[in-house]
């Protein structure tokens, strides 16, 4: 499975959206502060917003928020609701080839695709929000130590 950069794009604007939940954040904003075009993540948004992941906010202090708390999204709920079924072989998906049945690599792509689906499932936008923060806060502790050049 390749995650395009409309499932990253989805996943680093879900994560944006939660690091700041309590705001409404621009789709400039949110360009900005990732290093996202704008434009692309103009296409990401409506998905969202139609699924009911993403609430649109109109007028001076509008924008974008979360629909729910970063506990209530799953990795796998964002990149599937973008990208589709992230089955590692089309044989997975219901429309494999004659031979499934008699396919000796059958087993290794149930096991990639348990696999997977195994961590996007249990990693949340709140993991992603405290590992962020734990990030962030260990570059202040580093750059508040280190004299500038």
Not at 36 to 50: A, F, G, M, T
Not at 61 to 76: F, T
Not at 122 to 133: C, E, F, G, S
């Amino acid at each position: 499975m390749r995650v395009s950069a409309k499932g990253r794009y989805a996943l680093q604007l879900m994560l944006a959206l939660a690091l700041r939940e309590d705001e409404n954040l621009s789709v400039k904003a949110v360009a900005e502060s990732q290093g996202i075009s704008e434009k692309y993540l103009e296409q990401v948004i409506p998905p969202l917003v139609r699924s009911g992941f993403v609430r649109s906010v109109r007028g001076a202090k509008g924008g974008y928020h979360l629909s729910k708390s970063p506990e209530d999204y799953s990795v796998g709920m964002i990149l599937r609701l973008v990208e589709g079924s992230i089955a590692p072989v089309a044989c997975l998906e219901g429309s494999g080839c004659a031979h499934c049945r008699e396919c000796v690599t059958m087993d290794l792509w149930e096991q990639v695709d348990r696999a997977i689906s195994n961590v996007v499932d249990h990693v949340t936008l709140a993991d992603l929000v405290d590992k962020q923060r734990r990030l962030d806060a260990k570059r202040q502790r580093e750059s508040a130590v280190s004299p500038p050049c």
